[in-house]
T-cell receptor, first 113, second 113 residues
Framework: EAGVTQFPSHSVIEKGQTVTLRCDPI?????LYWYRRVMGKEIKFLLH????????ESGMPNNRFLAERTGGTYSTLKVQPAELEDSGVYFC???????????FGNGTRLTVT | DQQVKQNSPSLSVQEGRISILNCDYT??????FLWYKKYPAEGPTFLIS?????DKNEDGRFTVFLNKSAKHLSLHIVPSQPGDSAVYFC????????????FGKGTKLSVKP
């Protein structure tokens, strides 16, 4: 079974630019999560999809972040316009059931200069 | 305010000895606890979990202990192996709510041959 895949693995952009991160969950996993780890701190929850619906987006920092999951398959996370404090590693995770152990991707390391 | 705390940023242990990683939490609504292991440039990998109705769960070399009254859990690895060297994250969730995982900052374990 293929794991959670994320693309790109690294992205370096300038402040003010736009970046789109993509996540392909494990096939059949209805639950998809985005998390972020900034500057060696704890991994923080951003949002949770159940199929194509946003179940909880309470962790999204502000309206510069937009997540979508059209068709309930892969998900994208767009940052527009990017700010310096958005730098960090963005992890995607999926699970079959809510609150089941999450399967994480390897993350996208975003650097905003 | 951190709800899940791992107060030891690092731990060094000799191969073959026991590794004990600690985690404290503040939210009494948490009812599910997990440990994840993370290697550099990879995503967190699920290791072991425990429900709040139990006080111990064992899986091979890994055992998690939960002390609800102290709001404390620990992960024991015995015997420790060099391949166990990684960052270990404690996570907790309130499955009656959204079930999203709240992570600690992690403890870097080094197992020396």
């Amino acid at each position: 079974e293929a794991g959670v895949t994320q693309f790109p693995s690294h992205s370096v952009i300038e402040k003010g630019q736009t970046v789109t991160l993509r996540c392909d969950p494990i096939s059949g996993h209805d639950n998809l999560y985005w998390y972020r780890r900034v500057m060696g701190k704890e991994i923080k929850f951003l949002l949770h999809f159940v199929k194509e619906s946003k179940q909880d987006e309470s962790g999204m920092p502000n309206n510069r972040f937009l997540a979508e999951r059209t068709g309930g398959t892969y998900s994208t996370l767009k940052v527009q316009p990017a700010e310096l404090e958005d730098s960090g590693v963005y992890f995607c995770a999926s699970s079959q059931l809510v609150a089941a152990p999450l399967h994480f991707g390897n993350g996208t390391r975003l650097t905003v200069t | 305010d951190q709800q899940v705390k791992q107060n030891s940023p690092s731990l060094s242990v000799q191969e073959g000895r026991i590794s004990i990683l600690n985690c404290d939490y503040t939210n009494s609504m948490f009812d599910y606890f997990l440990w994840y292991k993370k290697y550099p440039a990879e995503g967190p990998t699920f290791l072991i979990s425990i429900s709040s109705i139990k006080d111990k769960n064992e899986d091979g070399r890994f055992t998690v202990f939960l002390n609800k009254s102290a709001k404390h859990l620990s992960l024991h690895i015995v015997p420790s192996q060099p391949g166990d060297s990684a960052v270990y994250f404690c996570a907790a969730s309130d499955r009656g709510s959204q079930g999203n995982l709240i992570f600690g900052k992690g403890t870097k374990l080094s197992v020396k041959p």
